[in-house]
């Protein structure tokens, strides 16, 4: 029964739970065992929140048993990236120099969650505030990919797609902002989504880079993503650059899941020359698929793609430096060397050359670098043009396309300690997911089948315009319908890390 | 001070022969919003330290800012009584820098895009030289800006009240967020040895607009408006301009027009030595009157502006500021002129009211039914020597404009001559009530009952014989000797030109 629950879907659990065929404890207590069972080898959570889980489970059950009504995910479990505000739980951002901090406030999506009655399990593994596409630069250790556990989960909501994928829950909540949500999805074989940017408040989310950030939904289906999304999403006057407008109709466009008459584009810049070829290989059977579905395929050239990742790797590392000045030991957190001898200069400089790891250094170093006075013009500027640029490029594409089509990430999941000393070819990992992310349009990835060569999930990435959140889900459901009737049974069956 | 060495000075005349002293003020002012610049925390002083905050202007991780509207609107009243240009669009900016009353570790600012540029303020500048006259100043207004407060640091221990040397420092985060303004004039040049009272008045006239426009109370020695000064010095012929200094953070008006005076007469010192002056902070010290070297400009902080992407840019539709034009009050200037023009008071008249602070208490006192000729001498002559004996501010008097005006009225109906008028306003300065209250309990109304006043001149006649019979003789100037008993005898309570009458014409010389 408990392994049934762990395989259920949010969708599912939810009907059973409002039905009264289970009860939300006993759904909570079947994924609390799960993670007792599996989680010392996947490493999803940096905490799992026992009692506070059994708490909002049994609040549940309660607002059922008095005749209440329950929201569509009432009961649901779901795992938290740790970047998000928790009053109950830590918020370490992955990083020690938050070891142990408790904020005095939740995050908004994070209340939102509770008020939807979404039972919070725990926080998960990350790569120290969200730098890094593999969860190997968490101060805490990596998070191993349920497919083989060899290999990264992805990065940087590394921890909640593992978490996702070895059904210690049915959702986990990411931010993404270079594609810390679709290629961690993607490696896992899971469902992933950047909403529009706007479309999901920051507030209580601790920021990498403000421009970008974009919290969003993880998910083994399409529809559950979907009905996470409409959850967590929305207007929130705490953070100004909210989007003041309805929630894309997200849910009913996945339960659509049809792609019939829809203009397809596929884009050239993202493949070819240095993608896996067992990747390009499920990419071009997706978009044969969806040409088969209904869809009209054409190509699109959006030539400025290729300047997406060194201008990304401007912008967000100058945000990142001057978000990561508060970590200064001055007033939460980790601090270092307060002996009485040493002057608050001093005890700042120890307590951040201890407490943020090498990657994040890099990219304070970087993002001061590119902010200095002499270099901002032909460092951060150009490259704000460069975000420009890319902009026309999807606005163009979009005149002629309902929705673009690219492979999530150039490769499968690679193994864990491979690219850690090369960060370079860490960063590729993100070749695909950017330029969505400098453009701040809606972005899922949806599994479409496994590499030949490894045997590991490959991720179809589907980009619609700004605040057309719902085409996405559309195509996706599509995709995955498609796929899951062909194969007979869902891709994660297929699974065989965990034995 | 620096090196504990004295600055070499040049006296400010001589220096004034030689160099052509270049001016220039930033102002900060708190502004008087109920909440803060970004959150929801009242925007208030005092307060138990670090009880005015929350997770924003804390700076916590994950927390984000949402300006306040009203804050915008208090800029751009200040930037169109300035007669700035209003940004159709403009942003936030950070301002990168360590320190720890800085929660973020930087300020929310703005930088190359400031919400109102380009105005000017006139200015009326008191001149000695041009005989008790005035010297009108245009003063141009580079920018006016809107920003954040930072905390506010305690170094304890130590000897310079300073982060360096302090044994340890306290935060309060109270005063972070609070909105601030910061108003930037361009370069001043041209006023020569006026360069001091230019930067008085500036700021005094400043101050008066900002009361006048309900953004801020403007209490200079409790923050709400602080000013950097900053002076250069140019040979006289050469046209060309030194390096300047900045002294910073000066909180007064007074303060600030002494460090002008002290930088001119440094400066000279150090311009005469064949040295150049260095680029550099400096600081105002308000007992000894002199500025000491602060941090280099050499060594300045990159603070690596660049726009706030927690902040949607700021775009005041055009609708808006004109409506904010429309409900913008009468300007002090503006005022001033109509006042002085409804009163019809000579120029020396209204300009000692103006510089009393007395304006608003005179025109309070003509509304309330006095004459302005009235208002203004009870409030220069009687009220004006009360506070200076108190040490109190004019304002800050136990006493309205109405008691005054209602004191003015008693005398001009003749109920009171000035020696009594004079004991009500003592009596109201008392707390002994309203003036009328006043003369009923004190018992000051003057006896204009004949029949008393009868008795009492028969009484003095018959008590001084032979200076009333002097009088009868025809040497009326004696009849002062017989009204000075009279009024005596009344406690000065009689109308002393009506017990004159009185005595004449009882003695036959009416």
Same mark, same amino acid.
């Given at each position: 029964?408990? %392994?049934?629950? !762990?395989?259920?879907?949010?969708?599912?659990?939810?009907?059973?739970?409002?039905?009264?065929?289970?009860?939300?404890l006993?759904?909570?207590? #079947?994924h609390?065992?799960?993670?007792?069972?599996?989680?010392?080898s996947?490493?999803?959570?940096?905490?799992?929140?026992?009692?506070?889980?059994?708490? #909002?489970?049994?609040? +549940?059950?309660?607002?059922?048993?008095?005749g209440?009504?329950?929201? /569509?995910?009432?009961?649901?479990?779901?795992?938290?990236?740790?970047?998000?505000?928790?009053?109950?739980?830590?918020?370490?951002?992955?990083? #020690?120099?938050?070891?142990?901090?408790?904020?005095?406030?939740?995050?908004?999506?994070?209340?939102?969650?509770?008020?939807?009655?979404?039972?919070?399990?725990?926080? !998960?593994?990350?790569?120290?505030?969200?730098?890094?596409s593999?969860?190997?630069?968490?101060?805490?250790?990596?998070?191993?990919?349920?497919?083989?556990?060899?290999?990264?989960?992805?990065?940087?909501?590394?921890?909640?797609?593992?978490?996702?994928?070895?059904?210690?829950?049915?959702?986990?909540?990411?931010?993404?902002?270079?594609?810390?949500?679709?290629? /961690?999805?993607? +490696?896992?074989?899971?469902?992933?989504?950047?909403?529009?940017?706007?479309?999901?408040?920051?507030y209580?989310?601790?920021?990498?880079?403000?421009?970008?950030? !974009?919290?969003?939904?993880?998910?083994?289906?399409?529809?559950?993503?979907?009905?996470?999304?409409?959850?967590?999403?929305?207007?929130?006057?705490?953070?100004?650059?909210?989007?003041?407008?309805?929630?894309?109709?997200?849910?009913?466009?996945?339960?659509?899941?049809?792609?019939?008459?829809?203009?397809?584009?596929?884009?050239?810049?993202?493949?070819?020359?240095?993608?896996?070829?067992?990747?390009?290989?499920?990419?071009?059977?997706?978009?044969?698929?969806?040409?088969?579905?209904?869809?009209?395929?054409?190509?699109?050239?959006?030539?400025?793609?290729?300047?997406?990742? /060194?201008?990304?790797?401007?912008?967000?590392?100058?945000?990142?430096?001057?978000?990561?000045?508060?970590?200064?030991?001055?007033?939460?957190?980790? *601090?270092?060397?307060?002996?009485?001898?040493?002057?608050?200069?001093?005890?700042?400089?120890?307590?951040?050359?201890?407490g943020?790891?090498?990657?994040?250094? *890099?990219?304070?170093?970087?993002?001061?670098y590119?902010?200095?006075?002499?270099?901002? %013009?032909?460092?951060?500027?150009?490259?704000?043009?460069?975000?420009?640029?890319?902009?026309?490029?999807?606005?163009?594409?979009?005149?002629?396309?309902?929705?673009?089509?690219?492979?999530?990430?150039?490769?499968?999941?690679?193994?864990?300690?491979?690219?850690?000393?090369?960060?370079?070819?860490?960063?590729?990992?993100?070749?695909?997911?950017?330029?969505?992310?400098l453009?701040?349009?809606?972005?899922?990835?949806?599994?479409?089948?496994? #590499?030949?060569?490894?045997?590991?999930?490959?991720?179809?990435?589907?980009?619609?315009?700004?605040?057309?959140?719902?085409?996405?889900?559309?195509?996706?459901?599509?995709?995955?319908?498609?796929?899951?009737?062909?194969?007979?049974?869902?891709?994660?069956?297929?699974?065989?890390?965990?034995? | 001070?620096?090196?504990?060495?004295?600055?070499?000075?040049?006296?400010?005349?001589?220096?004034?022969?030689?160099?052509?002293?270049?001016?220039?003020?930033?102002?900060?002012?708190?502004?008087?919003?109920?909440?803060?610049?970004?959150?929801?925390?009242?925007? =208030?002083?005092?307060?138990?330290?670090?009880?005015?905050?929350?997770p924003?202007?804390?700076?916590?991780?994950?927390?984000?800012?949402?300006?306040?509207?009203?804050?915008?609107?208090?800029? @751009?009243?200040?930037?169109?009584?300035?007669?700035?240009? @209003?940004?159709?669009?403009?942003?936030?900016?950070?301002?990168?820098?360590?320190?720890?009353?800085?929660?973020?570790? &930087?300020?929310?600012?703005?930088?190359?895009?400031?919400?109102?540029?380009?105005?000017?303020?006139?200015?009326?500048?008191?001149?000695?030289g041009?005989?008790?006259?005035? =010297?009108?100043?245009?003063?141009?207004?580079?920018?006016v800006?809107?920003?954040?407060?930072?905390?506010?640091?305690?170094?304890?221990?130590?000897?310079?009240?300073?982060?360096?040397?302090?044994?340890?420092?306290?935060?309060?985060?109270n005063?972070?967020?609070?909105?601030?303004?910061? @108003?930037?004039?361009?370069?001043?040049?041209?006023?020569?040895?006026?360069?001091?009272?230019?930067?008085?008045t500036?700021?005094?006239?400043?101050?008066?607009?900002?009361?006048?426009?309900?953004?801020?109370?403007?209490?200079?020695?409790?923050?709400?408006?602080?000013?950097?000064?900053?002076?250069?010095?140019?040979?006289?012929?050469?046209?060309?301009?030194?390096? =300047?200094?900045?002294?910073?953070?000066?909180?007064?008006?007074?303060?600030?027009?002494?460090?002008?005076?002290?930088?001119?007469?440094?400066?000279?010192?150090?311009l005469?030595?064949?040295?150049?002056?260095?680029?550099?902070?400096?600081? &105002?010290?308000?007992?000894?009157?002199?500025?000491?070297?602060?941090?280099?400009?050499?060594?300045?902080?990159?603070?690596?502006?660049?726009?706030?992407?927690?902040?949607?840019?700021?775009?005041?539709?055009?609708?808006?500021?004109?409506? @904010?034009?429309?409900?913008?009050?009468?300007?002090?200037?503006?005022?001033?002129a109509?006042?002085?023009?409804?009163w019809?008071?000579?120029?020396?008249?209204?300009?000692?009211?103006?510089?009393?602070?007395?304006?608003?208490?005179?025109?309070?006192?003509?509304?309330?039914?006095?004459?302005?000729?009235?208002?203004?001498?009870?409030?220069?002559?009687?009220?004006?020597?009360?506070?200076?004996?108190?040490?109190?501010?004019?304002?800050?008097?136990?006493?309205?404009?109405?008691?005054?005006?209602?004191?003015?009225?008693?005398?001009?109906?003749?109920?009171?001559?000035?020696?009594?008028?004079?004991?009500?306003?003592?009596?109201?300065?008392?707390?002994?009530?309203?003036p009328?209250?006043?003369?009923?309990?004190?018992?000051?109304?003057?006896?204009?009952?004949?029949?008393?006043?009868?008795?009492?001149?028969?009484?003095?006649?018959?008590?001084?014989?032979?200076?009333?019979?002097?009088?009868?003789?025809?040497?009326?100037?004696?009849?002062?000797?017989?009204?000075?008993?009279?009024?005596?005898?009344?406690?000065?309570?009689?109308d002393?030109a009506?017990?004159?009458?009185?005595i004449l014409?009882?003695?036959?010389?009416?």
């Amino acid at each position: 029964m408990a %392994d049934e629950l !762990t395989r259920m879907s949010a969708a599912g659990l939810a009907a059973a739970i409002a039905g009264g065929e289970v009860s939300a404890l006993e759904v909570t207590d #079947a994924h609390l065992a799960r993670i007792g069972e599996v989680d010392e080898s996947v490493h999803a959570f940096l905490h799992v929140a026992e009692d506070g889980a059994r708490r #909002a489970a049994r609040a +549940v059950d309660e607002r059922r048993a008095a005749g209440e009504p329950l929201g /569509p995910l009432a009961g649901v479990p779901l795992a938290l990236k740790d970047l998000f505000t928790t009053t109950d739980m830590p918020t370490t951002c992955g990083s #020690a120099i938050l070891n142990g901090w408790r904020p005095p406030y939740d995050a908004t999506i994070t209340q939102r969650l509770r008020e939807a009655g979404v039972v919070i399990l725990g926080k !998960t593994n990350m790569d120290e505030f969200a730098m890094g596409s593999s969860t190997e630069n968490s101060a805490f250790g990596p998070s191993h990919n349920p497919w083989d556990l060899t290999r990264v989960p992805g990065g940087s909501s590394g921890g909640s797609s593992a978490a996702v994928a070895a059904f210690e829950a049915p959702l986990a909540v990411g931010t993404d902002t270079g594609g810390s949500i679709r290629q /961690p999805a993607a +490696v896992c074989g899971v469902v992933g989504v950047k909403p529009t940017y706007g479309g999901s408040s920051r507030y209580g989310v601790v920021a990498f880079a403000s421009s970008l950030d !974009t919290p969003g939904p993880l998910a083994r289906t399409v529809l559950d993503a979907a009905l996470l999304h409409e959850t967590m999403s929305g207007h929130d006057p705490c953070d100004s650059t909210s989007v003041d407008a309805p929630v894309p109709p997200v849910v009913a466009a996945a339960r659509q899941a049809d792609v019939s008459g829809l203009t397809i584009g596929v884009v050239p810049e993202l493949g070819g020359e240095g993608y896996q070829p067992g990747v390009l290989a499920r990419f071009g059977e997706a978009v044969e698929l969806l040409e088969s579905l209904g869809a009209k395929v054409i190509e699109v050239s959006c030539p400025h793609f290729s300047y997406a990742l /060194p201008a990304y790797y401007l912008i967000a590392p100058s945000e990142a430096s001057s978000n990561l000045a508060r970590f200064d030991g001055m007033r939460y957190g980790l *601090r270092v060397g307060d002996d009485g001898t040493r002057s608050a200069e001093e005890v700042m400089a120890l307590t951040r050359e201890q407490g943020f790891g090498a990657e994040v250094k *890099r990219r304070i170093m970087l993002g001061t670098y590119a902010l200095s006075s002499g270099y901002y %013009d032909a460092y951060y500027g150009k490259a704000q043009q460069v975000r420009t640029l890319i902009i026309r490029d999807f606005e163009a594409a979009f005149e002629q396309v309902d929705v673009l089509v690219s492979p999530s990430t150039p490769t499968t999941a690679f193994p864990i300690g491979e690219r850690v000393d090369d960060p370079l070819a860490m960063y590729v990992a993100d070749l695909c997911t950017i330029p969505s992310d400098l453009a701040g349009n809606a972005a899922l990835s949806v599994p479409c089948g496994l #590499a030949a060569e490894d045997g590991l999930p490959v991720g179809l990435q589907i980009m619609a315009p700004v605040l057309a959140d719902d085409r996405v889900y559309r195509v996706g459901a599509a995709v995955e319908a498609a796929l899951d009737s062909r194969r007979g049974h869902p891709l994660l069956d297929d699974a065989k890390g965990l034995g | 001070m620096a090196g504990g060495r004295a600055d070499a000075l040049v006296p400010f005349d001589e220096a004034l022969t030689r160099y052509e002293p270049l001016i220039g003020l930033e102002t900060h002012v708190e502004l008087g919003t109920v909440t803060k610049m970004f959150c929801g925390c009242p925007a =208030r002083f005092g307060g138990e330290p670090n009880s005015l905050v929350c997770p924003v202007c804390l700076g916590l991780p994950g927390s984000l800012p949402v300006a306040n509207r009203a804050a915008i609107e208090y800029t @751009i009243r200040i930037g169109l009584a300035l007669n700035c240009t @209003i940004a159709d669009w403009c942003r936030f900016a950070r301002k990168n820098y360590f320190y720890p009353d800085m929660p973020k570790n &930087f300020q929310i600012s703005q930088y190359d895009e400031p919400l109102c540029t380009n105005g000017w303020l006139d200015i009326s500048v008191p001149d000695p030289g041009a005989g008790g006259g005035a =010297r009108q100043v245009r003063v141009g207004i580079e920018r006016v800006h809107l920003e954040e407060d930072t905390g506010k640091s305690l170094h304890v221990g130590g000897a310079t009240g300073r982060i360096h040397g302090a044994d340890y420092s306290l935060v309060d985060y109270n005063r972070a967020g609070i909105p601030l303004v910061e @108003i930037v004039t361009k370069p001043v040049e041209g006023t020569g040895a006026l360069a001091p009272a230019v930067t008085h008045t500036y700021l005094s006239e400043l101050r008066d607009l900002l009361r006048a426009l309900a953004v801020s109370d403007v209490r200079m020695e409790e923050g709400s408006l602080r000013a950097d000064v900053n002076v250069s010095l140019s040979p006289r012929g050469s046209g060309v301009w030194g390096t =300047r200094s900045e002294t910073k953070n000066v909180n007064s008006l007074r303060s600030a027009e002494r460090a002008v005076r002290y930088e001119i007469e440094r400066q000279a010192a150090v311009l005469d030595s064949g040295l150049p002056v260095a680029l550099e902070t400096r600081h &105002f010290h308000e007992d000894s009157g002199v500025t000491t070297a602060g941090r280099s400009k050499e060594e300045a902080q990159d603070y690596r502006y660049f726009p706030e992407p927690d902040l949607v840019p700021v775009a005041p539709s055009r609708e808006w500021v004109e409506q @904010i034009r429309a409900a913008l009050p009468e300007l002090p200037s503006a005022r001033r002129a109509r006042l002085e023009a409804e009163w019809g008071l000579s120029d020396r008249d209204f300009a000692a009211i103006h510089n009393a602070g007395a304006v608003d208490l005179v025109a309070r006192t003509v509304e309330a039914g006095a004459s302005p000729a009235d208002a203004r001498k009870w409030w220069l002559n009687e009220l004006v020597r009360r506070a200076n004996e108190s040490g109190t501010d004019l304002t800050d008097l136990p006493i309205t404009p109405a008691d005054v005006a209602r004191v003015a009225a008693l005398v001009a109906s003749g109920e009171l001559n000035d020696k009594l008028a004079r004991q009500v306003i003592e009596g109201v300065l008392a707390g002994e009530g309203t003036p009328d209250e006043v003369v009923a309990a004190r018992g000051l109304a003057i006896v204009s009952d004949e029949g008393a006043l009868t008795a009492a001149v028969d009484e003095a006649i018959a008590a001084h014989p032979d200076v009333a019979q002097k009088v009868r003789d025809g040497k009326v100037a004696a009849a002062q000797a017989l009204v000075g008993a009279v009024m005596k005898a009344t406690r000065g309570q009689a109308d002393a030109a009506r017990v004159r009458e009185l005595i004449l014409a009882r003695l036959g010389q009416a």
